[in-house]
């Protein structure tokens, strides 16, 4: 009996033909305090105090009322931002995704006999995947300079190590059988990927490459405030400017246009599986 | 024609899976292979088309060394030898025809594979190959949306349109009921008599490896027990091939 039961005494049932069974007193006091501690440290370490959340929530606030009524005159200046994001998003998810499927299959152990390479090639996917987007746009603007092809580069390479973790994961839950058959009628591995493992993961490639657009289009928003195009740089330039109310329709056709992808993308990945 | 000389298998792991195997089956053949669980029939059939290698003796295949293949040539030797296995292995997201294509695939080139371009030919030997199975009018329906009866049958055409002189069939009616396991026993009766195809076939059913096949192969514990007629095989023959397995170590 540990130290915890002796404090917080087991149940007892008795059943009918004698039999005991013992129910153990539920955890949840200890996992309390254990979440107790860790919100007290990371308190004192991150020095987070509760005065200065009222005050600024204050400030959010204040900010937020000035952004309605939104600024409808500078809705025809919006367009072209709206529509660099959503190029970059849809490209770079597009490259990003594409770009998955070879190193995919290569980290996937029941397709990839060689374990030193299927080890390389999913050490390179977590090292990409570490790389934040902000940093990686911010590096692809200096070398493709400001604009939406940096964009479109940074969401491509994040596309490409979530897509690509994702399909390497579903490869490897496939059924092999149709693989074995394939491999007994003598084609080679290859021929039997594309033939009877290819088909199955389809689906849920085409759903998780749809489900990042979706998140991209979000990031290519904010990809602009490091210089790499679309609504992000005058979201960037009216805040600075304190036209709250022109961040504010920048704010409503973003998110109408957020949710009409998601909308879209939904309704698609439905009918896929 | 087939001819195992003093062939072994041990696993990696040890563990024995044939010992001294002799055995030659001639081309047109109909054999089934009896015996419990793990007596090394899956072994046995596995190591005719090189799924597994052998670690002893010779095994020749229409006059091939089998354990000297490899790469290209292991792969075209295969293709003359059909596989069926007890769980179909189809490719259920796709159609019918689709699978049984499948086994066109390792003749085409690669960018044919991969845009599932297939050739006006090549669709005519799968559906003549459905056909001779009986099951041409399932030709474009998703594969999952058949009966295990027929899921099997579409594995037996995608062998068929392989073109191979030998099928082995590995539990191939162990999924299915009674009635349609016989059914599809007489669809391998047909295509041996009617084409010629050697057929080996792994089978728990003793009254149909019995009432099918016109010889019978007992094995017990990797090695061979029984090797003849299947209208010879009685209760002293079934006795010595389901007998309980000597534990290893007590063999002498
Ligand atoms: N990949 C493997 N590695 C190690 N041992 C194996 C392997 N495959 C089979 N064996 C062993 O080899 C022996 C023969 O197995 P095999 O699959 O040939 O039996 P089987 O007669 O087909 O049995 P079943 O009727 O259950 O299919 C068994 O003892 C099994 O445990
Ligand atoms: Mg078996």
Redesign the pocket.
Known sequence: MSFYDRIFKPRRHTLSNGKVVEERFTRLPLIMLIILVCTAISVRITGFSFSVLLSGGQRFFDILFDMFPPNTSYLPKIWTPLLDTIKMSLLGSFIGAVLSIPFAILAASNIVTNRALVFVVRLFLSLVRTLPTLVCALIATYIFGLGTMAGTCAIAVFTFAYVGKQLFEIIETVDMGPFEAMEALGATRLQAFIASVFPQVLPSYLSVSLFCLEGNVRYASILGYVGAGGLGLIMNEKIGWREYSSVGMILIVLFVTVIAIEGLSHAVRKRLT | MIVFDHVS?V????????KDINLSIQDGEFVA?I????????????SVNRM?DITEGTLTVEGVNVSTLKGKELRRFRRGIGMVF?SFNLVSRTTVIRNVLAARVPEMPFWRVLLGAFRKEDKITALESLDKVGILDKAYIRADQLSGGQQQRVALARTLAQNPKIILA??PVAALDPVTAKQVMEDFVRINKEMGISILL?I?HVELAIEYADRIIG?HA?QIVYDGPSKEVNQDVLDAIYKEAVPQGKQT
């Open positions: 298998k696993y990696p792991n040890g563990t024995v899976g044939l292979i015996g419990r669980s793990g007596a090394g029939k899956s072994t046995l059939l596995r597994h007890q590995d539990e792994n728990h094995i990797g």
